[in-house]
């Protein structure tokens, strides 16, 4: 099992890898969504950091300041930074340019040369489609130079914008994935780790087992232990075809 695997010190920040920042609607999406991707970056020496935006304040089970305390051992056990900000609060997201804007305040601040947000697919909750379309927005605005509320600081663009899918449902069908081999027993220690903090929400329904079964099912097909689906915004540029993994089919 992956606990069982003794998990070592994440070795130190390299710099010259642009930073990661990841969205989440509510304080466990992103370590379901893709908490294995965030494991496999910060171990390659990946500054990353979180953006919540809610406290989970109106789920089913735990509290606001349970889900927070969660969120923060969770990001720990990954290696990333945490922080909240406030947008209309749980269940009530609304796509506002007010909100795209402040999004992309928090890129122009940080900086990172990846942004992962939730798919914009519509069957699934409903905040976390309404949080993709506005970090969208925000990674667009974040680079206008002329946007007023955005002048305090320089101008950023990012390098690439990805979706992740909390749920089955929650995957594209119009864009082709990209698999990330997050097989590595160090990788998937650290993620089940950090599903297991969120102790309120997997007391509720099996969610970590969910998770780890579809990437395993994921890497099955593609001849990997397991793998997590990222969706990109945009195509992806190469400057050589030196740079492409093997492809997925090995069925």
Known sequence: MPLSVPMKPAPKFRPE?????????????????????????????????????????????????????EAKKSAAALGATVEFIELDGDAHFEVRAAHAI?????????????????SLVENQHPDHSRLGQLVRDAC????????????????HAIEQLFYYAVTPEAEPTNLTPVLMDVSAPETLA????????????????NYVELQLAQARLRGL???????????????????????????????
Request: aromatic content about 6%; charged content about 20%; proline content about 6%.
């Open 140 to 155: 667009r605005l974040a680079r206008f130079g002329g946007v007023k509320e955005l002048r305090r600081a320089p101008a």
């Open 190 to 205: 650290a993620w089940t780790a950090a599903m297991e903090a969120h102790a309120t929400q997997a007391a509720a329904r």
């Open 17 to 69: 890898l642009p930073s990661l920042l990841a969205f989440g609607a509510h304080p466990d999406d992103i370590e379901f969504g893709c908490g294995g991707v965030i494991a496999k970056e910060t171990r390659a020496g990946r500054a990353a950091g979180f953006v919540v935006c809610s406290r989970g304040e109106s789920a089913s089970h735990g509290t606001p300041a349970q889900r927070v305390a």
């Open 221 to 251: 097909r593609a001849g990997v232990g397991h793998a997590i689906a990222l969706f990109p915004n945009d195509p992806l540029v190469l400057d050589s075809l030196a740079q492409v993994g093997r492809s997925a089919r090995r069925f």
């Open 102 to 118: 402040k999004l992309a305040g928090v890129i122009r601040r940080v900086r990172p040369g990846v942004v992962l947000a939730p």
